[in-house]
């Protein structure tokens, strides 16, 4: 990665030994606190296990997810497109992800795709891709978001739904390892209310967004939101972490 030494933690941080969305509002917005949350929770659960070796972050932005996995791998190769809104200071290589990857075959052993699938018009070709510069046993660590509001406007194209996701695999020859949804229905409900008090209250409503969101955090984890949220997650899905990998 081109820049280590000048690396900061952005969108993820460590609080109390686990990964969580930052709360600097330049990094993470009010209304997205809980929806990052949910997403680093994931990442801060499953990275020790899965990242490995030579791992490639596409779609890398300011490589947020650094801080979990540089510890775990031997080197970080960051890929994102020129015009990235997250800027592009620590690019190895700039490129776009809905075209073929200037990379040699099976030259990684993780590749980390988070929140990037459903900015790519065409999806299946980075499937392939990813598959193709992946090594035997390499694996793939994803995330993407389902009952989610629009963002990064106009480069906000589709929402996939775990059966797409496990299609997308098998069409690309990945074997899916884990398929997790990433919250449910108070989750959802929390998220949707939470923006639109920003959206129509700016100021007044910010209290408000930050205190329903820790609300719905703090009952999903009691036994009864715990219950509601894991009833809800398979038809009102928040998001999906998928880990797959390539079989011999």
Not at 3 to 24: C, E, Y
Not at 61 to 80: H, I, M, N, Q
Not at 96 to 101: E, K, M, Q
């Amino acid at each position: 990665m081109k820049n280590a030494d000048r690396w900061r933690p952005s969108k993820f941080v460590f609080r109390d030994g686990r990964l969580r969305a930052s709360r600097d509002t330049r990094e993470v917005s009010i209304g997205s606190r809980l929806a990052a949350d949910l997403v680093a929770a994931q990442y801060g659960r499953h990275l020790e296990d899965h990242a490995r070796g030579r791992l490639a972050d596409l779609g890398c932005g300011k490589v947020p997810l650094y801080g979990a996995y540089r510890t775990l791998v031997s080197e970080a190769f960051c890929v994102d497109w020129q015009n990235s809104l997250h800027g592009n200071e620590y690019l190895d290589l700039a490129c776009d992800l809905s075209a073929p990857l200037p990379l040699p075959d099976r030259v990684f052993d993780t590749v980390i795709l988070s929140d990037v699938l459903e900015h790519l018009p065409e999806p299946q070709l980075l499937w392939q891709e990813i598959a193709r510069i992946l090594r035997t046993g390499g694996k793939l660590l994803l995330n993407v978001p389902f009952l989610y509001g629009l963002h990064e406007v106009p480069h906000d194209y589709c929402r996939y739904s775990e059966f797409a996701l496990r299609r997308f695999a098998a069409g690309a020859g990945l074997e899916v390892l884990l398929l997790e949804r990433t919250g449910g229905a108070p989750q959802v409900l929390a998220d949707i209310a939470a923006k639109t008090l920003l959206l129509y209250f700016p100021r007044a409503g910010a209290w408000a967004a930050d205190a329903l969101q820790q609300a719905a955090a703090l009952f999903a984890r009691t036994r009864v939101g715990g219950r509601i949220s894991a009833a809800t997650a398979a038809q009102f899905p928040a998001g999906y972490f998928l880990v797959a990998r390539k079989p011999a």
